[in-house]
């Protein structure tokens, strides 16, 4: 009996690099016009290599970023790119098609919803308040929570104590099968993977189910129910 589903956050109920990307070249057209002599190219080449050293929720990349191309941070540019960026942050975070509809039904048939992201708290929370999804979900688990970020098992455990339910009624729903599907499975959540979300060209995802649109849920809890 299924009584409970966990999601990703990020490319599972959101297009997080989709996003991520909008955000990036709009801080970038903003320094671009006041000054920054690097070509829009260049530039987003720098700021990526700077999140894949220090993770794509890095607080200071555009002060990094300009000190290690101007040798300093010079605040009109720095401004620019921060109000490009949240300008276009707020206009291009959206649900994926029929997220919003899906949830609601899984409430009104009376599962718990809960949430599992690796993204820091307050920005994780940011997101599920601009999507108005702030009281769908309980628990949200982020990092802070645990001190792990998936796979490890911790996360999913903390969910499963909230949730008060077993492994074994419980799916989890995700985007990418190292982090989402391995953990889930560590500790014998069955899982579900959103290709919809797949940023990584995944061939072999290793679930127990695939979908390409997240409607696909309701179909998979009512036959895992019927049996």
Avoid at 65 to 91: K, T
Avoid at 94 to 106: D, F, G, K, N, S
Avoid at 110 to 137: E, K, M, N, Y
Wanted: net charge negative.
């Amino acid at each position: 009996m299924i009584r409970a589903l966990i999601f990703d956050l990020d490319n599972t109920l959101t297009d997080f690099m989709k996003m991520k990307e909008a955000s990036i070249d709009a801080a970038i057209e903003g320094m671009v016009d006041m000054g920054l002599p690097l070509s829009p190219e260049d530039a987003k080449r720098r700021i990526y290599a700077i999140y894949e050293q220090e993770g794509i929720e890095y607080q200071l990349v555009f002060d990094r970023f300009l000190q290690e191309c101007m040798g300093r941070v010079p605040p009109e540019l720095l401004a620019a790119g921060i109000l490009g960026y949240r300008r276009a942050r707020d206009s291009s975070l959206i649900l994926y098609p029929h997220v919003r509809m899906t949830l609601l039904e899984l409430l009104r048939r009376g599962l718990g919803l809960a949430v599992i992201s690796d993204a820091p708290a307050v920005q994780a929370w940011q997101r599920l308040h601009q999507l108005a999804l702030q009281h769908v979900f309980r628990p949200v688990i982020t990092f802070e929570d645990t001190g792990e970020r998936k796979p490890s098992p911790k996360p999913f455990r903390r969910a499963l104590e909230a949730l008060s339910v077993t492994a074994d009624e419980v799916l989890m729903v995700g985007d990418w099968p190292a982090r989402d599907m391995l953990g889930a499975r560590g500790v014998g959540i069955r899982t579900v993977f959103a290709r919809y979300g797949d940023t990584f060209g995944t061939v072999e995802s290793g679930a127990d189910f695939e979908i390409d649109d997240i409607q696909e849920l309701l179909g998979i809890v009512e036959t895992l129910n019927r049996s």
